[in-house]
């Protein structure tokens, strides 16, 4: 399942059923789980741990040193999950010294063509980037968020569980869970009221959250008193906890 004319280290561990296409290029520190397809003209270096079942198409470059110039060739790390999509000219760098070490990318993300993600993120599960979308380094995105093409994410911002910001969007503060945004900057146009109903949010959880929106965006409220309401509510509905979390680690500030 190895083309012969793919470089693979010897070192490398490629699990049963890997297929590796032609003038591909596998690294000595890869791992590359069972099931999972690397096209032609692909480069993975570094220290890549690469899960199951990902599909990654021709010219994609995983794994490469970060873009950064305090960089020093530590060993550090870019973990990938099971059942990506991961389409041309993806590049995904390895974490640096400073942060956590490690860039990491969780299962079922749909990477659209030339999206880069930067050094130290952390990407969730079920996200959708399209192309040319780009992070910065140190960005967390939460589960299910979609990013439209072009929009480009400064290092450190936090894209919130189930938002959704449109394309070329510059974004450079922290957008809160289940929020649609759209704009340079940024700015704030109410819930994914479809894409909760999509993912089974009941009615009343959804009336729920559009009461936080407002709260946060509608009411002339301080962030704080903001807060202090959903606080408040969430022991009626959990879904606001993902709110709650959120606020306990922003620190740029959100989109207004």
């Known amino acids: 399942m190895i083309h012969e004319t793919a470089i693979v280290h010897p070192s490398a561990k490629i699990a049963e059923g890997v297929e590796i296409g032609p003038y ?3 690294g000595e520190h890869v ?3 069972e099931g999972s397809v690397v096209a ?8 890549t741990r690469i899960g199951r079942e990902n599909r990654i198409f021709q010219f994609a470059s995983l794994g490469e040193i970060p873009q950064d110039k305090k960089y020093a060739g530590e060993p550090t790390r870019l973990e990938i999950g099971d059942r990506n999509m991961i389409r041309e000219y993806c590049n995904f760098n390895i974490g640096t010294a400073q942060d956590a070490g490690v860039t990491r990318i969780g299962n079922d993300n749909w990477f659209m063509a030339s999206v880069h993600i930067g050094h130290d993120c952390q990407v969730g599960n079920n996200t959708i980037m399209a192309n040319n979308v780009t992070l910065g380094g140190h960005v967390h995105v939460g589960d299910f968020a979609i990013l439209g093409g072009m929009a480009a994410v400064h290092q450190f911002c936090i894209i919130g ?3 959704m910001a449109g394309g070329g969007s510059i974004i450079t503060q922290d957008i809160p869970p289940f929020v649609i945004s759209n704009g340079s900057p940024c700015t704030p146009h109410g819930i994914n009221s479809e894409g909760l109903k999509r993912r089974g949010y009941s009615s009343e959880a959804i009336m729920a959250i559009k009461r936080a929106y407002k709260a946060i ?8 008193e903001a807060k202090a309401s959903i606080s408040a509510a969430v022991g009626g509905v959990p879904e606001l906890q993902l709110l709650l979390d959120f606020f306990a680690v922003s620190t740029r500030g959100i989109i207004r």
């Open 31 to 33: 791992e590359i789980g």
């Open 24 to 26: 591909s290029v596998i």
């Open 40 to 47: 032609s003209h692909v480069v993975i270096k570094g220290h």
């Open 217 to 224: 965006y509608r009411q002339n409220l301080s962030l704080e």
């Open 161 to 163: 569980a189930h938002c």
